[in-house]
């Protein structure tokens, strides 16, 4: 079974920072690309950050793109969103996602709420 479980996520002040991190199992973590996408409140998903299987291609969306680094961790099926100069446009339910032969997959999501 897959399964992808965020956490990290919390109430932050603009300017702060936080570290999010997915856990991966139920396939060979390392053979996919990874996505970070989130959700604010009434409105769609939004692709964030996507790191390919060798980490040699990290892609950002342009309203991330210096402040956020995503990362992975192999051999222990990790992967991680470090997030700096949050602002309140950052406020949003962050999900960890991944496609696979089976099909789209993603965690329960972990809130990032960043308010002063």
């Known amino acids: 079974e897959v399964q992808l479980v965020e956490s990290g996520g919390g109430l932050v002040q603009p300017g702060g920072s936080l570290r999010l991190s997915c856990e991966a199992s139920?396939?060979?973590?390392?053979?996919?690309?990874i996505n970070w996408v989130r959700q604010a409140p009434g409105k769609g998903l939004e692709w964030v950050s996507a790191?390919?299987?060798?980490?040699?291609?990290?892609s950002y969306a342009d309203s991330v793109e210096g402040r956020f680094t995503i990362s992975r961790d192999n051999g222990n099926n990790m992967l991680y969103l470090q997030m700096n100069n949050l602002q309140p446009e950052d406020t949003a339910m962050y999900y960890c996602?991944?496609?696979?032969?089976?099909?789209?997959?993603r965690g329960q999501g972990t809130q990032v709420t960043v308010s002063s």
């Open positions: 996602r991944v496609f696979l032969e089976s099909g789209e997959y």
């Open positions: 139920g396939f060979t973590f390392s053979n996919y690309m």
């Open positions: 790191i390919d299987s060798e980490s040699t291609s990290p």
